[in-house]
Protein backbone atom coordinates (compact mmCIF):
# COMPACT_ATOMS: atom_id res chain seq x y z
CA UNK A 1 0.00 0.00 0.00
CA UNK A 2 1.24 3.39 -0.56
CA UNK A 3 2.34 5.32 2.61
CA UNK A 4 0.98 8.76 3.54
CA UNK A 5 2.33 11.91 4.86
CA UNK A 6 0.38 14.14 7.04
CA UNK A 7 1.31 16.97 9.68
CA UNK A 8 0.96 15.32 13.00
CA UNK A 9 -1.50 17.99 14.78
CA UNK A 10 -3.45 20.73 13.83
CA UNK A 11 -5.82 23.52 15.75
CA UNK A 12 -9.19 24.67 14.48
CA UNK A 13 -11.67 27.16 16.14
CA UNK A 14 -14.92 25.70 16.68
CA UNK A 15 -17.78 26.50 13.28
CA UNK A 16 -14.73 27.40 11.17
CA UNK A 17 -13.59 24.85 8.20
CA UNK A 18 -11.19 21.99 9.10
CA UNK A 19 -8.75 21.45 6.25
CA UNK A 20 -6.41 18.19 7.00
CA UNK A 21 -4.05 17.74 4.22
CA UNK A 22 -2.09 14.22 3.47
CA UNK A 23 0.53 13.18 0.95
CA UNK A 24 0.37 10.30 -1.27
CA UNK A 25 2.79 10.55 -3.94
CA UNK A 26 3.69 7.27 -4.74
CA UNK A 27 -0.08 6.52 -5.00
CA UNK A 28 -1.14 3.98 -7.74
CA UNK A 29 -3.66 3.48 -10.30
CA UNK A 30 -6.39 1.22 -8.33
CA UNK A 31 -5.79 2.49 -4.94
CA UNK A 32 -8.26 4.12 -3.08
CA UNK A 33 -7.71 7.70 -0.35
CA UNK A 34 -9.27 6.41 2.60
CA UNK A 35 -9.95 8.42 5.99
CA UNK A 36 -10.86 7.29 9.16
CA UNK A 37 -10.95 9.17 12.67
CA UNK A 38 -9.95 8.07 15.96
CA UNK A 39 -11.93 10.06 18.94
CA UNK A 40 -10.27 9.11 21.84
CA UNK A 41 -10.54 5.82 23.38
CA UNK A 42 -12.84 4.75 20.99
CA UNK A 43 -12.53 2.37 17.67
CA UNK A 44 -11.55 4.62 14.54
CA UNK A 45 -14.69 5.79 12.56
CA UNK A 46 -14.73 5.50 8.38
CA UNK A 47 -15.40 8.95 7.13
CA UNK A 48 -15.18 8.96 3.82
CA UNK A 49 -13.21 7.68 0.57
CA UNK A 50 -12.81 8.28 -2.95
CA UNK A 51 -10.58 7.30 -6.04
CA UNK A 52 -9.95 10.70 -8.23
CA UNK A 53 -13.05 12.30 -7.91
CA UNK A 54 -13.92 14.88 -5.13
CA UNK A 55 -16.62 13.16 -2.54
CA UNK A 56 -18.72 14.87 -0.49
CA UNK A 57 -20.57 13.18 2.51
CA UNK A 58 -22.74 14.30 5.76
CA UNK A 59 -19.78 14.34 7.25
CA UNK A 60 -17.17 15.73 4.79
CA UNK A 61 -15.86 16.28 1.95
CA UNK A 62 -12.53 14.86 -0.03
CA UNK A 63 -10.67 16.92 -2.34
CA UNK A 64 -8.50 14.92 -4.46
CA UNK A 65 -5.77 16.39 -6.86
CA UNK A 66 -6.00 16.00 -10.30
CA UNK A 67 -2.32 13.94 -10.43
CA UNK A 68 -4.17 12.31 -7.13
CA UNK A 69 -0.68 12.79 -5.53
CA UNK A 70 -2.19 14.41 -2.66
CA UNK A 71 -5.99 15.10 -0.93
CA UNK A 72 -7.55 17.25 1.64
CA UNK A 73 -10.30 16.59 4.13
CA UNK A 74 -12.76 19.41 4.47
CA UNK A 75 -14.87 19.60 7.69
CA UNK A 76 -17.04 22.89 6.55
CA UNK A 77 -18.11 23.27 10.39
CA UNK A 78 -15.92 21.63 12.58
CA UNK A 79 -17.63 21.39 16.32
CA UNK A 80 -14.98 20.15 19.24
CA UNK A 81 -16.91 16.60 19.24
CA UNK A 82 -15.16 16.71 15.88
CA UNK A 83 -11.81 16.57 18.16
CA UNK A 84 -9.67 13.42 17.13
CA UNK A 85 -6.89 11.54 15.33
CA UNK A 86 -7.98 11.55 11.30
CA UNK A 87 -5.60 9.26 9.65
CA UNK A 88 -5.25 9.20 5.82
CA UNK A 89 -5.03 5.51 4.51
CA UNK A 90 -4.12 4.30 0.92
CA UNK A 91 -6.06 0.97 -0.18
CA UNK A 92 -7.08 -1.11 -3.15
CA UNK A 93 -10.42 -1.34 -2.97
CA UNK A 94 -10.88 -4.75 -4.88
CA UNK A 95 -10.84 -7.08 -2.20
CA UNK A 96 -11.32 -6.52 1.78
CA UNK A 97 -7.98 -6.34 3.01
CA UNK A 98 -6.16 -5.01 5.99
CA UNK A 99 -5.97 -1.30 6.77
CA UNK A 100 -2.41 0.65 7.57
CA UNK A 101 -2.55 3.33 9.87
CA UNK A 102 0.18 5.82 9.68
CA UNK A 103 0.63 8.13 12.45
CA UNK A 104 -2.18 10.35 11.70
CA UNK A 105 -2.91 13.94 12.30
CA UNK A 106 -3.91 14.91 15.80
CA UNK A 107 -6.94 18.01 15.09
CA UNK A 108 -7.49 20.13 18.47
CA UNK A 109 -10.63 22.05 17.79
CA UNK A 110 -11.07 24.74 20.51
CA UNK A 111 -13.61 27.33 21.45
CA UNK B 1 -27.53 -1.41 12.16
CA UNK B 2 -23.98 -0.58 11.46
CA UNK B 3 -22.49 -1.84 14.97
CA UNK B 4 -19.94 -3.87 16.25
CA UNK B 5 -19.88 -5.34 19.77
CA UNK B 6 -16.88 -6.08 21.75
CA UNK B 7 -16.77 -7.75 24.66
CA UNK B 8 -15.37 -6.99 27.54
CA UNK B 9 -14.98 -3.53 27.26
CA UNK B 10 -11.81 -4.17 29.94
CA UNK B 11 -9.91 -7.13 31.21
CA UNK B 12 -7.25 -7.90 33.80
CA UNK B 13 -5.47 -11.31 33.12
CA UNK B 14 -2.15 -12.61 34.47
CA UNK B 15 0.49 -14.23 32.25
CA UNK B 16 -0.98 -18.19 33.23
CA UNK B 17 -4.33 -17.17 32.61
CA UNK B 18 -6.50 -18.21 29.87
CA UNK B 19 -9.36 -14.97 28.33
CA UNK B 20 -11.59 -14.67 24.93
CA UNK B 21 -12.17 -12.04 23.69
CA UNK B 22 -15.69 -11.21 21.34
CA UNK B 23 -17.22 -9.20 18.93
CA UNK B 24 -20.33 -9.47 17.19
CA UNK B 25 -22.23 -7.72 14.40
CA UNK B 26 -25.07 -7.92 12.27
CA UNK B 27 -24.56 -5.73 9.23
CA UNK B 28 -24.03 -8.84 6.73
CA UNK B 29 -20.10 -8.40 6.37
CA UNK B 30 -18.46 -11.48 5.94
CA UNK B 31 -14.91 -10.19 6.30
CA UNK B 32 -13.73 -9.49 10.22
CA UNK B 33 -11.14 -8.28 11.39
CA UNK B 34 -8.09 -8.03 15.15
CA UNK B 35 -6.08 -5.12 15.16
CA UNK B 36 -4.04 -3.92 17.92
CA UNK B 37 -3.42 -0.94 19.74
CA UNK B 38 -1.04 -0.08 21.64
CA UNK B 39 -0.89 3.62 23.73
CA UNK B 40 0.01 6.65 21.35
CA UNK B 41 0.09 4.52 18.46
CA UNK B 42 -2.28 3.72 15.64
CA UNK B 43 -4.06 0.56 15.14
CA UNK B 44 -1.71 -2.19 13.34
CA UNK B 45 -3.41 -5.33 11.68
CA UNK B 46 -3.32 -8.99 13.47
CA UNK B 47 -5.89 -11.35 11.79
CA UNK B 48 -8.20 -11.05 9.00
CA UNK B 49 -11.13 -13.44 8.62
CA UNK B 50 -13.17 -13.84 4.96
CA UNK B 51 -16.38 -15.70 4.76
CA UNK B 52 -15.14 -17.60 8.04
CA UNK B 53 -11.73 -18.40 6.88
CA UNK B 54 -8.73 -16.83 8.06
CA UNK B 55 -6.48 -15.12 5.15
CA UNK B 56 -4.45 -13.28 6.77
CA UNK B 57 -2.04 -13.53 9.87
CA UNK B 58 0.53 -10.62 10.33
CA UNK B 59 3.21 -12.74 12.24
CA UNK B 60 1.31 -12.84 15.26
CA UNK B 61 2.74 -14.79 18.17
CA UNK B 62 0.88 -17.97 19.14
CA UNK B 63 -0.16 -16.90 21.93
CA UNK B 64 -2.48 -15.21 20.62
CA UNK B 65 -5.43 -17.52 18.55
CA UNK B 66 -8.46 -16.38 16.35
CA UNK B 67 -11.37 -17.99 16.01
CA UNK B 68 -14.24 -17.20 13.76
CA UNK B 69 -17.33 -19.91 14.21
CA UNK B 70 -19.67 -18.55 12.12
CA UNK B 71 -20.50 -14.95 9.87
CA UNK B 72 -21.49 -12.84 12.85
CA UNK B 73 -18.62 -13.42 15.27
CA UNK B 74 -15.20 -13.59 16.10
CA UNK B 75 -12.76 -14.30 19.16
CA UNK B 76 -9.21 -13.77 19.78
CA UNK B 77 -8.35 -16.14 22.47
CA UNK B 78 -5.48 -15.76 24.46
CA UNK B 79 -2.95 -17.54 26.38
CA UNK B 80 0.20 -17.34 28.11
CA UNK B 81 0.34 -13.49 27.30
CA UNK B 82 3.24 -11.49 27.85
CA UNK B 83 2.95 -7.36 29.98
CA UNK B 84 3.93 -5.83 26.64
CA UNK B 85 0.69 -7.44 25.13
CA UNK B 86 -1.35 -5.00 26.79
CA UNK B 87 -3.11 -2.79 24.66
CA UNK B 88 -6.54 -1.85 23.10
CA UNK B 89 -7.69 -4.71 21.06
CA UNK B 90 -10.01 -3.53 18.74
CA UNK B 91 -12.07 -5.94 16.01
CA UNK B 92 -13.82 -4.96 12.62
CA UNK B 93 -16.00 -6.37 9.87
CA UNK B 94 -16.77 -4.92 6.58
CA UNK B 95 -18.22 -6.39 3.23
CA UNK B 96 -16.30 -8.77 0.80
CA UNK B 97 -17.70 -7.41 -1.84
CA UNK B 98 -18.60 -4.06 -3.64
CA UNK B 99 -22.18 -3.51 -3.84
CA UNK B 100 -21.82 -0.44 -5.61
CA UNK B 101 -19.18 0.66 -8.20
CA UNK B 102 -16.42 2.54 -6.31
CA UNK B 103 -17.84 1.53 -3.39
CA UNK B 104 -17.20 -1.06 -0.81
CA UNK B 105 -15.11 -2.02 2.56
CA UNK B 106 -15.38 0.59 4.44
CA UNK B 107 -14.37 -1.29 7.77
CA UNK B 108 -16.84 -0.38 11.28
CA UNK B 109 -15.07 -0.69 14.18
CA UNK B 110 -16.38 -1.53 17.82
CA UNK B 111 -15.10 0.28 21.09
CA UNK B 112 -11.95 -2.15 21.61
CA UNK B 113 -11.23 -4.33 24.58
CA UNK B 114 -8.75 -2.39 26.63
CA UNK B 115 -6.28 -5.48 28.08
CA UNK B 116 -4.04 -5.16 30.73
CA UNK B 117 -1.63 -8.13 31.21
CA UNK B 118 0.07 -8.48 34.93
Known amino acids: DAKTTQPPSMDCAEGRAANLPCNHS???????VYWYRQIHSQGPQYIIH???NNETNEMASLIITEDRKSSTLILPHATLRDTAVYYC????????????FGTGTRLQVTL | DTEVTQTPKHLVMGMTNKKSLKCEQH?????MYWYKQKAKKPPELMFV???????INESVPSRFSPECPNSSLLNLHLHALQPEDSALYLCASSQESPRRVGGGYEQYFGPGTRLTVT
Open chain 1, 26 to 32: TISGNEY
Open chain 2, 27 to 31: MGHRA
Open chain 1, 50 to 52: GLK
Open chain 2, 49 to 55: YSYEKLS
Open chain 1, 89 to 100: IVRPSRTASKLT
